[in-house]
């Protein structure tokens, strides 16, 4: 992964982010140099994006299997004093 700091980047925006959309590469970006963010292509988003998806089904069924308890919506509202 290519790490850039952040003033850097306001520099060389362009080369960056052709190194993301064109290279396939993942750019870490970095303040007072510890990693903040990181710059990945659309298709790495979207990947990320099914794996989360899939991850989220498998708990729905994992909590479904598991059976347990209904909660109502204002006993929840009022448990988190919302």
Do not use: F, H, P
């Amino acid at each position: 992964m290519i790490r850039v700091s952040t003033s850097d980047l306001r520099k060389d925006t362009a080369d960056v982010l052709n190194k993301v959309a064109y290279g396939g590469d993942r750019v870490a970006l970095q303040r007072r140099g510890k990693d903040v963010a990181v710059i990945v292509s659309v298709e790495d988003y979207e990947l990320l994006k099914v794996i989360e998806d899939k991850a989220d089904l498998e708990m729905i069924r994992k909590i479904k299997e598991e059976g347990g308890d209904d909660v109502l919506w204002d006993d929840l509202k009022k448990e988190l004093k919302l």
